[in-house]
């Protein structure tokens, strides 16, 4: 499967990996932020005296202190993301560098993806299997423009215990020289196609010196899915089709927008005919991100595993044999990254913001209003009330959490479920219960409304679905904000400087993309340049399938160096 990493300007927004902590010290995330501090200790001198002070939450006798998130996502992506994380109780780190430990939070988002994945690949007849994680050097040599195209990231095995292997086994960082042998035993005839096999695994690349938690690591989850078929068109129809449902995971399910379209040469994936890709946009530093790929791989790999059938369209005499076909092979991954762009596109000052349609928990309804005079009788009656609006609510298909934890106040626990990302708080207080209703409050928006208790049944899934639809159209109205279309070299690089993705007439030449990304690299003399935007150069991301319009007679490739004529247009940007 292709990379998901991109080249080496990874370090604009690079989290540094700590070293080993001693067991049971703090998280990194943990540590005060002397900026913050200082921030903070600014705002409070400049308060005039006298002047009334913003009333604080009450704190309860003996409550823990929630350190919230200490940074601002505009002022430190960095640390923004890796508080974000740690303190959202999505990932743990560990003393091995770029290998993580994905928390319930975080995997129930991929089992949400792989129930929405498997449900549509199982349309389509592809079953779930499983190859071995290692891999013979014999087997991985087979293909030489493959292997060159992971040979620096692969991980060895050369000892078993205290014995030398003979021959050493690469750590899977790719399945197709793996599976393929089988493939070749599998297919004996045009019947056994087409052949469609996927597997949910764990793959390592180790070639890269900053991983980032979900986005760049060095073990991540994936899917991989492998299919053998008679002809060319029914691969190529296949690949469209998978891009479909990779769109659909992160725009339906992430409320996420990406571009479709398909990767020039120099950026397909290694031994590929050719690469369809999703492509998207993290606001926050103006970068493009490679989202998911899917490939056909042509006859490629066929030629080199002998994969072959005979012709069943070919007519012969009685006794003559056909004349054999190498089958059409496609490849297409969808990895745990899709986590951390969901991440990077939503999140916020406080942390996390989940939509609704992956969140483990959509609603956390919090007790309000009970105070040290509240009567055991009047503490009870109101928290069977929450229950019985739990029940309900989890009736109607919703994901509830009834938050009775003792000796926290509603004040923390409000905090607590802002930084967890929980898409919706729900608060039910002696007033509500006089009132019959419940006081709603959004993840993704300020403010708070309420709904009459006999209507949230209805009211609270629409409510969920306004959440999960209108976080999709501000990413989505952001993304498009930032996608420019530009047709002269003069404004190529200002535009890249402020943060934006760039769609560009061009000459689709490997050589002229190179020279691109190159002069694309520096800044522009007296321009005001975000100093939190990555200054390296833009490299293609993808030539959309949407084209803005016809190239013209006579346009001219953007590049000023290039003479060719422009042949259709690319989207370029800085990138992960």
């Not at 991985?140 to 423009?145: I, N, P, S, V």
């Not at 990231?153 to 003979?166: D, M, P, Q, R, S």
């Not at 690949?239 to 990779?246: G, S």
């Not at 951390?340 to 483990?360: E, F, Q, S, T």
Request: hydrophobic share 35%; proline share 5%.
């Amino acid at each position: 499967m292709a990379s998901t990493s991109s080249d080496s300007g990874m370090a604009a927004l690079k989290l540094t990996e700590d070293p080993p902590k001693a067991e049971g010290a703090a998280p990194v995330a943990a540590k005060p932020d002397k900026k913050a501090k200082e921030r903070k200790d600014q705002k409070v001198a400049a308060k005039p005296k006298g002047e009334k002070q913003p009333q604080q939450a009450k704190k309860k006798m003996g409550e823990p202190e929630l350190i919230g998130i200490t940074v601002s996502k505009s002022e430190d992506l960095s640390e923004w993301y890796q508080q974000t994380i740690i303190k959202g109780d999505l990932l743990e780190f560990t003393d091995v560098p770029g290998c993580y430990i994905y928390q319930p939070g975080s995997y129930r988002i991929w089992e949400y993806i792989q129930e929405f994945f498997n449900a549509r690949i199982r349309k389509m007849g592809v079953k779930n299997c499983y190859f071995p994680i290692f891999i013979s050097e014999a087997n991985l040599q087979r293909e030489k423009d493959h292997l060159e195209g992971f040979a620096a990231e692969v991980a060895w095995v050369t000892e078993g215990g205290k014995t030398k292997l003979e021959k050493r086994l690469a750590v899977r960082p790719t399945s197709e020289t793996a599976m393929y042998g089988f493939y070749s035993k599998k297919i004996r005839s045009h019947r056994d196609l087409p052949l469609k096999l996927n597997q949910w695994n764990n793959v390592v690349r180790w070639e890269f010196k900053h991983p980032m938690p979900f986005i760049r690591s060095r073990e991540f989850l994936w899917q991989e899915g492998h299919t053998a078929h008679l002809t060319e068109e029914e691969a190529g129809k296949e690949v469209r089709q998978i891009l479909d449902h990779y769109a659909a995971i992160y725009e339906d399910l992430l409320a996420v927008p990406v571009v479709k379209g398909k990767k020039t040469v120099n950026e397909q994936f290694a031994g590929a005919h050719y690469t369809t890709t999703l492509e998207g946009y993290i606001p926050a530093v103006g970068r493009g991100i490679q989202a998911a790929t899917s490939h056909c791989l042509g006859q490629h790999f066929a030629k080199m595993f002998d994969i072959t059938v005979e012709d069943p369209n070919q007519q012969v005499k009685e006794g003559e044999k056909r004349e054999k076909l190498y089958v059409w092979q496609n490849s297409w991954g969808f990895t745990t990254r899709s986590i951390g762009v969901m991440i990077l596109v939503h999140g916020d000052d406080k942390g996390l913001i989940i939509p609704p349609r992956v969140a483990d928990i959509q609603v956390a309804i919090v007790p309000v209003g009970v105070t040290a005079k509240t009567t055991d009788a009047d503490r009870e009656k109101l928290y069977n009330e929450i229950k019985r609006i739990g029940a309900t609510l989890e009736e109607n298909g919703v994901r509830v959490d009834c938050d009775f934890r003792e000796g926290y106040s509603p004040g923390y626990k409000f905090n607590d479920w802002e930084m967890k990302g929980v898409p919706l708080r729900i608060e039910f207080g002696p007033k509500d219960s006089e009132k019959s209703q419940v006081t709603t409050s959004r993840r993704d928006q300020e403010g708070k409304s309420t709904v009459p208790l006999s209507d949230i049944a209805a009211e609270i899934p629409k409510l969920l679905e306004t959440i999960q639809h209108d976080m999709f159209a501000k990413a989505s109205e952001e993304y498009a904000a930032h996608r420019k279309l530009i047709r002269e070299w003069k404004d190529f690089v200002p535009n890249l400087n402020q943060k934006n993705v760039i769609i560009v007439p061009h000459c689709a030449t490997g050589e002229c993309e190179d020279e691109i990304k190159k002069d694309s690299s520096g800044q522009v003399e007296g321009q005001e340049v975000d100093v939190r935007a990555p200054s390296m150069g833009a490299k293609s991301l993808c030539i959309p399938d949407e084209q803005p319009e016809e190239i013209g007679e006579g346009m001219h490739c953007i590049n000023p160096k290039c003479e060719r004529g422009a042949k259709m247009w690319v989207m370029f940007g800085r990138s992960y």
